[in-house]
């Protein structure tokens, strides 16, 4: 079982930036593709962004394109994600998950505890 831990989370003017990280126990995490989802307070979770184990491939869900970007540092365990140009409706609990493949990130196979990030206006 892999074990993932988020951070970088906080409170962050509207227009500005934070970078997440995710990190995981796991050694066999370069197999798994990467990916990020939040929930907003009353809202469903929904997925945010993708990367696959080599970083070769990344997939976004539209309300963040050209503002979030996922990476990956496979020595160090860890996927990022870097958001700029913060929006108030970009305010929830962030997540990190593994799943086999980006195809298959809707049904990931571990979850982080999430981070909290809170957009002002």
Do not use: H
Request: with cysteine; glycine share 10%.
């Amino acid at each position: 079982q892999v074990q993932l831990v988020e951070s970088g989370g906080g409170l962050v003017q509207a227009g500005g930036s934070l970078r997440l990280s995710c990190a995981s126990s796991g050694r066999t995490f370069n197999v798994y593709a990467m990916g990020w989802f939040r929930q907003a307070p009353g809202k469903e979770r929904e997925f945010v962004a993708a990367i696959s184990w080599r970083g070769s491939s990344t997939n976004y869900a539209d309300s963040v394109k050209g503002r979030f970007t996922i990476s990956r540092d496979n020595a160090k365990n860890t996927v990022y994600l870097q958001m700029n140009s913060l929006k108030p409706e970009d305010t929830a609990v962030y997540y990190c998950a593994t799943s086999m493949s980006i195809a298959t990130m809707s049904s990931p196979q571990s979850w982080g505890q999430g981070t909290q990030v809170t957009v002002s206006s």
